[in-house]
């Protein structure tokens, strides 16, 4: 008895101050790391998943809530996108890409502009293909991966101006989200970064209880930092992404339009030389730093009285 009393005595002089000093280390990484160890649960982090290619995608036959500044239901498709089943009819088929701003972030699915628009565009079917977070090299995956699903008469490319310009020169984004980008080699453009690997924030999200503890999140951390490295282009790849994208469309029958988030006298010096034919729907609509219902209702009237003014026999 003595014996097995004093093993014990031995084993909690040993667990008793391991479990002190991981006490104290937690309570230290939460009071100085907190912020560099947190995850913001946005739409990405609360209703997308993994993927190899994209680097992330809305949970397929998912619903939800989410809010921002304004809480909305979100439902997301058999395809992944925020919309009833995507069934192709007899109509003319418009197909819209682009990131938060088409998703719909902050509004309902029915009063974005993609739905105004197919309401006004009577022999046409609008197909919103929007993912937060998206820069042009991922859009322009997703148009390869669904283009002969939808074989559009119209592809039509919403330019986030803000952003898309830094989105295409990272393969990190969004506190550990990673995704493939482009590069330009004898003057082609080459997709590097795929498989695209899982990050810091997509295990956090795999391992809600594991990582409530943040010495959990500190060694994740550590590992998906030395397991893949943070990249930024030298040169910018968007101009040659969208160049492909319009031979892509064209070459296949497609029309190829692009909307501009903001005007910027770059891209659109860009658009005009290629001649590609785009609208700028620049507006003061806002919720945040997103159009509220009033933004969606005005783009959706700009893009009709372009489409009607480039001819919507296309």
Same mark, same amino acid.
């Not at 809305?58 to 395809?79: A, C, D, I, M, W």
């Not at 034919?277 to 620049?282: H, R, T």
């Not at 219902?293 to 009607?308: K, N, Q």
């Given at each position: 008895?003595?014996?097995?009393?004093?093993?014990?005595?031995?084993?909690?002089?040993?667990?008793?101050?391991?479990?002190?000093?991981?006490?104290?280390?937690?309570?230290?990484?939460?009071?100085?790391?907190?912020?560099?160890?947190?995850?913001?649960?946005?739409?990405?982090?609360?209703?997308?998943?993994?993927?190899?290619?994209?680097?992330?995608?809305?949970?397929?036959?998912?619903?939800?809530?989410?809010?921002?500044?304004?809480?909305?239901?979100?439902?997301?498709?058999?395809?992944?996108?925020?919309?009833?089943?995507?069934?192709?009819?007899?109509?003319? $088929? !418009?197909?819209?890409?682009?990131?938060? =701003?088409?998703?719909? /972030?902050? &509004? +309902? @699915?029915?009063?974005?502009?993609?739905?105004?628009?197919?309401?006004?565009?009577?022999?046409?079917?609008?197909?919103?293909?929007?993912?937060?977070?998206?820069?042009?090299?991922?859009?322009?995956?997703?148009?390869?991966?669904?283009?002969?699903?939808?074989?559009?008469?119209?592809?039509?490319?919403?330019?986030?101006?803000?952003?898309?310009?830094?989105?295409? $020169? !990272?393969?990190?984004?969004?506190?550990? =989200?990673?995704?493939? /980008?482009? &590069? +330009? @080699?004898?003057?082609?453009?080459?997709?590097?970064?795929?498989?695209?690997?899982?990050?810091?924030?997509?295990?956090?999200?795999?391992?809600?209880?594991?990582?409530?503890?943040?010495?959990?999140?500190?060694?994740?951390?550590?590992?998906?930092?030395?397991?893949?490295?943070?990249?930024?282009?030298?040169?910018?790849?968007?101009?040659?992404?969208?160049?492909?994208?319009?031979?892509?469309?064209?070459?296949?029958?497609?029309?190829?339009?692009?909307?501009?988030?903001?005007?910027?006298?770059?891209?659109?010096?860009?658009?005009?030389?290629?001649?590609?034919?785009?609208?700028?729907?620049?507006?003061?609509?806002?919720?945040?730093?997103?159009?509220?219902?009033?933004?969606?209702?005005?783009?959706?009237?700009?893009?009709?009285?372009?489409?009607?003014?480039?001819?919507?026999?296309?």
């Amino acid at each position: 008895m003595k014996k097995k009393k004093l093993v014990l005595a031995n084993v909690l002089l040993v667990i008793v101050p391991v479990i002190a000093c991981l006490i104290v280390a937690e309570v230290m990484l939460r009071a100085t790391m907190k912020t560099e160890l947190s995850v913001i649960n946005d739409e990405r982090s609360l209703m997308y998943t993994h993927d190899d290619t994209l680097g992330w995608l809305p949970s397929k036959n998912s619903t939800g809530t989410f809010k921002g500044l304004n809480e909305v239901s979100v439902r997301h498709n058999s395809r992944g996108f925020r919309d009833e089943e995507h069934i192709p009819g007899e109509k003319k $088929r !418009m197909l819209v890409l682009g990131d938060s =701003f088409v998703w719909g /972030y902050d &509004v +309902e @699915e029915e009063d974005r502009f993609t739905e105004v628009l197919d309401e006004k565009l009577e022999d046409t079917e609008v197909f919103n293909l929007g993912i937060s977070g998206f820069g042009t090299d991922q859009e322009w995956l997703l148009l390869q991966k669904n283009y002969d699903f939808y074989q559009p008469d119209v592809v039509f490319l919403m330019f986030c101006t803000d952003n898309d310009r830094l989105d295409n $020169r !990272m393969n990190l984004r969004y506190q550990y =989200f990673y995704k493939p /980008y482009f &590069v +330009e @080699e004898k003057g082609s453009l080459v997709a590097k970064g795929i498989p695209v690997p899982t990050g810091y924030r997509q295990f956090v999200n795999d391992h809600p209880y594991a990582s409530k503890f943040y010495l959990v999140r500190l060694a994740a951390s550590s590992y998906y930092n030395l397991k893949g490295s943070k990249i930024y282009l030298d040169s910018d790849p968007t101009f040659a992404l969208i160049k492909s994208m319009k031979s892509y469309s064209e070459q296949r029958g497609s029309a190829f339009f692009v909307g501009l988030q903001k005007g910027d006298n770059l891209i659109e010096q860009f658009l005009e030389s290629e001649d590609i034919g785009y609208v700028n729907v620049e507006n003061n609509f806002l919720r945040g730093w997103h159009w509220n219902e009033e933004g969606h209702e005005y783009v959706a009237r700009l893009i009709e009285e372009f489409l009607i003014k480039n001819d919507l026999s296309w």
